[in-house]
């Protein structure tokens, strides 16, 4: 099973017979058997489906993905949702427990933690500074736990992201064209450089992977336990995705810059006029803004690279088989079902060494 990407504009997804065709402009692009698509993704502007393929798919239970050029969530169109009110119920309890919140919060932080260590520990063997880093990060392990409440968990989180991505920027190697990536530190909306642009757009992608397993679990993927709850906030989705970030987002950034994979060239500046960057909800939007977006070969590259490294059924062992990072994505949903129902005693997060 797979991930189709409509990403070229002009490109149309059709349904004839038992199979989808991408089309674009008359000419067949591509042609896939309906059964062998678990995912849709239409990215950017100037792509669509017809009505036929859009009611085969969500009949065929198959999510149709809309997200921005950008990589940025829109919207979702699926079937039947799960039908698990028990769990939703007992969510929503919890959700409203600071006490169990602040537990499972502890348990996310820790385990994004762990494998930003493990990032750095991979990609800065070696270097003068990695083992004074390491042993900071030991000494933020240990303090997420003495965390008080939720407030203060999401400051030590806040500050241990901050120099984490300091480091980031002491493993990232310069561009093959000998410039710079002008990469100081880590700002979201819009991003002001093209390492910024391939952590938003990489995080994109497993959000919406992760949003994906909550609702196929039966997870609210808007209550969640360590991000604030708020109108149109993934939270769950948010706090099942923190820890990989750095293992499966931050580590093909790295791959891709370091390689190099990428260059300058796959990368365009855009200057948002006040009315796009109202679309890209900005606090508070100007006149001229300048951001960098991934262009077309980029993200070509970038959703080949994410997609290898998520269905890449090599990577480890669970119950004697070899198993992704995309069914990993929905046993930690599951598990977070199982200890939000009561059948586990806490959350465990998947970490790596």
């Known amino acids: 099973m797979s991930t189709l990407y409509l990403t070229q504009p002009g490109a149309q997804l059709h349904k004839e017979h038992d199979r989808l065709l991408v089309k674009r402009e008359g000419e067949v692009l591509e042609s896939i058997p309906l059964i062998k698509v678990d995912q849709v993704v239409l990215m950017g502007r100037g792509v669509g489906i017809t009505t036929a393929a859009l009611h085969a798919l969500t009949r065929g239970g198959v999510d149709i993905v809309y997200l921005s050029g950008a990589g940025r969530y829109i919207s979702r169109v699926v079937g039947p949702e799960h039908k698990n009110g028990r769990l939703r119920h007992q969510q929503s309890l919890a959700a409203a427990d600071p006490n169990f919140s602040l537990r499972v919060a502890q348990n996310i932080v820790q385990g994004k933690v762990i494998n930003q260590r493990a990032v750095v520990r991979r990609h800065a063997e070696g270097a003068p500074w990695a083992g004074r880093a390491l042993s900071a990060m030991d000494v933020m392990l240990k303090q997420v736990q003495s965390a008080r409440d939720a407030d203060q968990l999401r400051g030590m989180e806040g500050q241990a992201a901050k120099e984490y991505f300091g480091l980031f920027r002491r493993m990232l190697k310069p561009p093959s064209e000998g410039n710079s990536w002008g990469f100081d530190r880590r700002a979201y909306y819009p991003p002001p450089d093209p390492?910024?642009?391939?952590?938003?757009?990489?995080?994109?992608?497993?959000?919406?992977?992760?949003?994906?397993?909550?609702?196929?679990?039966?997870?609210?993927?808007?209550?969640?336990?360590?991000?604030?709850?708020?109108?149109?906030?993934?939270s769950m989705a948010l706090d099942l995705m923190e820890e990989f970030r750095p293992i499966v987002a931050d580590s093909i950034v790295l791959e891709a810059v370091n390689r190099p994979y990428i260059s300058l060239e796959d990368f365009e500046q855009v200057d948002l006029t006040e009315k796009e960057a109202e679309r890209d909800e900005l606090e508070a939007p100007r006149a001229s803004l300048q951001a960098v977006y991934l262009a077309a070969s980029g993200r070509e590259k970038i959703i080949a690279m994410y997609e290898n490294r998520v269905n890449d059924e090599s990577m480890f062992t669970f119950q004697d088989q070899k198993v992704s990072y995309r069914t990993i994505y929905q046993l930690q949903a599951q598990a977070m079902a199982r200890m939000i129902l009561g059948e586990a005693d806490r959350y465990e997060p998947f970490t790596v060494r």
């Open 195 to 234: 390492i910024n642009a391939l952590l938003s757009f990489l995080y994109s992608l497993i959000l919406r992977d992760m949003t994906t397993a909550c609702e196929l679990i039966g997870l609210d993927p808007y209550l969640g336990f360590f991000h604030v709850i708020d109108y149109g906030r993934p």
